[in-house]
């Protein structure tokens, strides 16, 4: 019984390593293989190539940064509907990496990643609210994305350090907004 355990163990790990098996580059030649499953609409392999062209993930093979093919990585699996990829696709966009400098666009594609909890979609919304950047100012909406992205680890030191700026003008409404906060 327990050879057959180890055997059936053994091909679950052969068939989800195969079909699963991490990022698109742990070989030499994993990179080809990410852009061919990219093309082919696998929305992690579109999000990895993204981060690549970006210069921030590490692939086997030298790749140059170049913004305009990571947003259009990033906007593939961003309209599949990865989190991250949105997120990412509002930093371009905030930043005017790749693409024209686009607050509204950025404002978008972060509150698309807020609202399915991702947290730098949730600070980004927060921060454009706050300085009425791509959105109309509404303080009120910024505190509230502060809070959802820190109520994710349960961490409210860095919530409370921006509420705390964006109302450092008027304390009676810093002081009431602090007691409610865990």
């Known amino acids: 019984m327990k050879i057959l355990q180890k055997i059936c163990f053994v091909l679950l790990l052969i068939t989800f390593s195969s079909a699963y098996g991490g990022s698109c580059f742990e070989t030499p030649s994993d990179l080809d293989d990410c852009i061919a499953k990219a093309k082919q609409g696998d929305v992690r392999a579109q999000h990895n190539l993204g981060r690549i062209y970006r210069g921030n993930k590490k692939a086997t093979q030298e790749v140059a940064k170049d913004y305009a093919e990571s947003v259009k990585w990033y906007t593939k699996a961003a309209e599949q509907g990865h989190a991250r990829a949105q997120a990412w696709l509002g930093v371009m966009y905030n930043l005017g990496f790749g693409v024209n400098q686009d607050y509204k666009v950025a404002a978008k594609w972060y509150r698309k990643a807020a609202d399915q909890g991702n947290v730098l979609g949730q600070l ?13 100012k509404n303080l009120k909406e910024a505190e509230k994305w502060y809070l959802k992205s820190a109520s994710y680890d349960g961490d409210y030191t860095y919530a409370k350090k921006m509420i705390k700026e964006m109302y450092a003008d008027n304390k009676d409404d810093w002081s009431s907004i602090l007691h409610s906060i865990k």
């Open 124 to 136: 980004s919304i927060a921060r454009l609210y706050s300085q009425g950047k791509g959105v109309i």
